[in-house]
């Protein structure tokens, strides 16, 4: 089943969008020597076969896990034969390049660097880790994701309609379909593999059905709707564990929503929102700490995101609670619905505008820096909201400082008691 053109291929729009450099090489058959990282079953040897495909090109295949470098000169030697007596160009894919050590990788570059052979490398680890930088000087460097459910979906609708794929293909219950793509976790090849070994278990005129696809897969069925009550229901239990200060609940709703094949971009805007929402400034770093997760989840994808998920969750969950700012927020827009848009004292409006002073613009302001305690007495509240307190810290965590403090500055400004 796999693709044997850019038509049929599915995911990593990003990289081979009209006009982009990859599939430019593949469309044009003008290959150059890269790394395709991602994770397993992305499409990574496909993409090298499409290049050598159309490229003209013989295909030397191997992986750097059983590969030493007497059979990396063997592959160059056959590739020289080739340009020699049939001006034919090489393609070297090398599946785990990360696997080679610094002196396996060194036998590849005066072949790299003249041309002798376009290297595709392939790896699920961060090329930039595990490949030298002289090999890497001399490659692009393509990142592929994790397929999203909808695609590996049409890949196994594909297998079971398409000639090339499973013989005599049975019927497959939509249920059963819809479970292998979602706990594939956007790996092609463990989707196909599973649905070929549900269609074998049933054979010719059987049935594939939820329970089938259970047992090919080897991993429980979580009945979970993405866009339905289980959906809501599982991401307000993380959210009321993870503040009520329970990692243990966290972590269990979080791993609920995973296994069911939660994208893990919601859980982490969740985290974010969270941070700020119940936590705020009792722990100012909890919002550092999710805005980096969601970083790690764009960035890492699933399966392996998982983790920079569940450091989040602990983290959350044991952080001090605060919803001070939140609160104070509200109290603000209240405020603004009931008695209109607040007019700023003169002294506070922009005086950035020629004949702003001549208005009285700006006129009077008295900056907190010309004060040795860096604080002004200056009202510079609307007159028709002197006196209004909106913020009301609480003593959780490091807002018991910053409640100390505040108390300090309104003394010093006046406004006490």
Known sequence: MRPASLGEFVGQEHLLGRGSALRTAIEEGRPHSMILYGPPGTGKTTLARLLAVNARAAFEEASAVNTGRAEVREVLSRAEHRRQTANEPTIFFLDEIHRFNKAQQDTLLPAVEEGLVSLVGATTENPYFEVNSALL??????????????????????????????????????????????????????????????????????????????????????????????????????????????????????????????????????????????????????????????????????????????????????????????????????WVRERGMPMPPAALQSAAYPGAKKLGRGTGYDSPHDHPEGVSEQELMPDDAVGERFLELTEHGDERELRERLERIRKARGRSG
């Open 137 to 334: 000087s001399r490659c692009r460097i393509y990142e592929l994701r994790a397929l999203e459910q909808e695609h590996v979906l049409a890949l196994l609708r594909r297998a079971l309609g398409d000639e090339r794929g499973i013989p005599d293909a049975p019927q497959v219950d939509d249920d059963a379909l819809d479970f292998l793509a979602a706990r594939a976790v956007g790996d092609a090849r463990t989707a196909l593999s599973a649905l070929e070994l549900a269609a074998e278990t049933v054979g010719e005129g059987g049935a594939v059905t939820l329970g089938v696809a259970e047992d090919a897969l080897q991993r429980s069925a979580i009945l979970y709707d993405k866009q339905g009550d289980k959906h809501y229901d599982l991401i307000s239990a993380w959210i009321k564990s993870t503040r009520g200060s329970d990692p243990d609940a966290s972590l269990l709703y979080l791993a609920a929503m995973i296994e069911g094949g939660e994208d893990p971009r919601y859980i982490a805007r969740r985290m974010v929102i969270l941070a700020s929402e119940d936590i705020g400034n009792a722990d100012p770093q909890a919002l550092e700490v999710a805005v980096n997760t969601a970083h790690a989840v764009e960035h890492v994808g699933m399966p392996e995101c998982a983790l920079n998920l569940a450091q989040a969750a602990v983290y959350l969950a044991l952080a001090p609670k605060s919803k001070a700012s939140y609160l104070a927020l509200g109290r603000a827009r209240e």
